[in-house]
């Protein structure tokens, strides 16, 4: 079994200040994670994604996130926040040695930006 | 340009009634699949496709169809069993490498659906 959780609903951050976005999962497996972001009534767009390389990862639009296997996190973080950040972003798992192809999301984490 | 498409984009059903909800992929992903969004809840998945005319349920399958008879296409039927409908669906691809599973998943637009 799989599960997510993001530890926060709402971070809130000036525009200009780095941004942390904290994500811990479980898994039976060696699990694949991702971070995905949504703009209102949008789809989900892949910021970026763990499969057992570098347990640094970078992404777009210059977030990155940092694969813990002893914490099991994976946190999601941005050096300078842009007005342009502000969505939703969910934390994603997988199984990929399960046999299955289901994903497990988190609940979400709601960036705010203000100027 | 490959994607997935939904359609429609915004869906309107009376108490009572079925509606189905499109998704079309061209990027030739085996597995497809649809997602309910409520506010706070995250995404809950409804119904899975690893191969054609192969589905599984998912956590909140009660209320809802799928149907899976070309690799490109798995439409979603809202029946009026599901009791509270409204709410953004999504629909999502994912493929297989190297035999396994776990890549990344790519989605539609969604689908808002509304009871009125």
């Known amino acids: 079994a799989q599960s997510v959780t993001q530890l926060d609903s709402h971070v809130s951050v000036s525009e200009g200040t780095p941004v942390l976005l904290r994500c811990n999962y479980s898994s039976s497996y060696s699990p694949s994670l991702f971070w995905y972001v949504q703009h209102p009534n949008k789809g989900l767009q892949l910021l970026l994604k763990?499969?057992?390389?570098?347990?640094l990862v970078k992404g777009i639009n210059g977030f990155e996130a940092e694969f813990k296997k002893s914490e099991t996190s994976f946190h999601l973080t941005k050096p300078s926040a842009h007005m342009s950040d502000a969505a939703e972003y969910f934390c994603v798992v997988s199984d990929p040695d399960s046999g299955y192809s289901t994903l497990t999301f988190g609940k979400g984490t709601m960036l705010l930006v203000s100027p | 340009d490959g994607g997935i498409t939904q359609s429609p984009k915004y869906l309107f059903r009376k108490e009572g009634q079925n509606v189905t909800l499109s998704c079309e992929q061209n990027l030739n992903h085996d597995a497809m699949y649809w997602y309910r969004q409520d506010p706070g809840q995250g995404l809950r998945l409804i119904y899975y496709s690893q191969i054609v005319n192969d589905f599984q349920k998912g956590d909140i399958a009660e209320g809802y169809s799928v149907s899976r008879e070309k690799k490109e296409s798995f439409p979603l039927t809202v029946t009026s069993a599901q009791k509270n409908p409204t709410a953004f669906y999504l629909c999502?691809?994912?493929?297989?490498?190297?035999?396994?599973?776990?890549?990344?998943?790519?989605f539609g637009q969604g689908t808002r659906l509304t009871v009125v």
């Open positions: 999502a691809s994912s493929m297989r490498q190297g035999g396994r599973w776990g890549t990344e998943a790519f």
């Open positions: 763990y499969t057992s390389a570098a347990t």
